[in-house]
């Protein structure tokens, strides 16, 4: 039958019945499908092994202890101070192609925190160069950079 | 600047019409903005809301609780890290479980390496199953309900890395599959392909705890 052909035959249709099993399919929908299971043996199988492994799945809930999360982070935040002169690299190194600058970047910070004076609010340890750090920070904005993009 | 939502550096040639208002209306791209203006109480809500879905989905991916909240650790450091040049133009748990996920598959492309190299010195070939059998507290085998919890951590265990990423994300985080294919970087219709394949493996080896 034309309009009720199996919907295992069409990625549509596979998709329709895998939402349905996750019972995220439009009510509306989910009565035309019904309607199809109940005439249709190989969609009734299909559906039936899905749910299986939508309620296998459900058992699967990570009994994970966070409590300490927060403060183990604050503590590797508190290392992580950021210094006024990361913030001018950063805010230089936003206007240029940044992959070509990443050994200028890590020169320029090396030569900051050769030359720049003690800042006594800021503990040692913060002052410290980690070139890796900036280099992890601008590969986590050029990820934001590629959505953007994607997002045209 | 106190009011960081109003001063959102737009790019109106790279943003489509619409992105602009949705972006506006989601929480966490306001927070974000704040956390970027120096507010930490935006930084602890926006913890507070994704911690454990991001700790369970990494965990869920590498079936490893100490490394799960370490590589979780390190997606909220990297989130405060890039707050200087956040802009909401991408939806905010995108970007998140896009850093979430390379950060998994970093791990895991180390931990097969790290394990084949193991192999190779050692002259074992312990397989992921019972790798992930020996992570588990011995206790759980005894209970028929943990039978098939192991049962599913196995299953999905198997899971090419991307075609586990991408069910992950289906099931639990409920996204759609354009926000998975972003998070992933592929196309919305190779999504469709990973996720149907993966449930279809799933199917294959969860048919009999119906
Ligand atoms: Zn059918």
Redesign the interface.
């Known amino acids: 039958m034309a309009t009720d052909e199996c919907r295992l035959r069409t990625e549509e249709g596979v998709e329709a019945l895998l939402e349905y099993c996750a019972g995220r399919l439009h009510a509306a929908d989910a009565v035309v499908l019904e309607s199809h299971l109940a005439g249709c043996a190989p969609c009734r199988e299909f559906a039936a092994a899905q749910q299986t492994v939508w309620q296998s799945l459900d058992a699967w809930e990570p009994a994970i202890e966070t409590q300490g999360f927060q403060s183990r982070l604050n503590a590797r935040l508190a290392e992580d101070s950021t210094p006024a002169w990361k913030d001018r690299l950063r805010a230089w190194s936003s206007g240029i192609s940044w992959k070509p600058a990443i050994p200028m970047a890590a020169a320029f910070a090396l030569w900051a925190a050769i030359s720049a004076p003690p800042r006594p609010e800021i503990p040692a340890q913060a002052e410290q160069v980690r070139p890796e750090a900036v280099e992890r920070m601008l590969e986590d904005v050029d990820m934001l950079d590629q959505l953007k993009l994607n997002a045209q | 600047m106190a009011d960081g939502v109003s001063v959102q550096p737009w790019?109106p040639d790279?943003?489509?019409p619409g992105?602009a208002v949705a972006a506006t209306l989601d929480l966490d791209a306001a927070l974000m903005l704040r956390v970027r203006d120096g507010c930490s109480s935006s930084y602890?809500a926006l913890?507070e809301r994704h911690?454990?879905p991001v700790?369970?989905y990494v965990?869920?991916m590498v079936q490893n609780?100490a490394i799960?909240?370490e590589l979780?650790?390190e997606v909220?450091?990297?989130?405060?890290?890039?707050r200087?040049?956040?802009?909401p133009?991408?939806k905010f748990t995108?970007?998140l479980f896009?850093?979430a996920t390379?950060l998994a598959f970093n791990w895991l492309r180390d931990e097969r390496s790290r394990k084949s190299q193991e192999s190779l010195n050692d002259g074992l070939t312990a397989g992921a199953t019972i790798n992930l059998k020996d992570r588990r507290p011995s206790v759980e085998s005894v209970l028929v309900?943990n039978v098939?919890?192991n049962?599913?951590?196995e299953?999905?265990g198997s899971l090419p890395e991307k075609q586990r990423a991408a069910v992950l994300m289906?099931?639990?985080e409920?996204m759609e599959y354009s926000q998975i294919a972003?998070v992933l970087?592929c196309s919305d219709s190779a999504v469709?392909s990973l996720?149907?394949r993966a449930?279809e493996s799933?199917?294959e080896k969860?048919?009999q705890?119906?």
């Open positions: 790019r790279r943003v489509r992105m602890a913890l911690r454990n700790i369970h965990f869920r609780q799960a909240e979780a650790q909220f450091l990297r989130v405060y890290r890039s200087q040049k956040y802009e133009s991408a995108t970007w896009r850093i390379n309900h098939k919890l049962a599913v951590r299953a999905i289906h099931k639990y409920e972003k970087g469709k996720i149907f449930y799933l199917r969860l048919a705890y119906g």
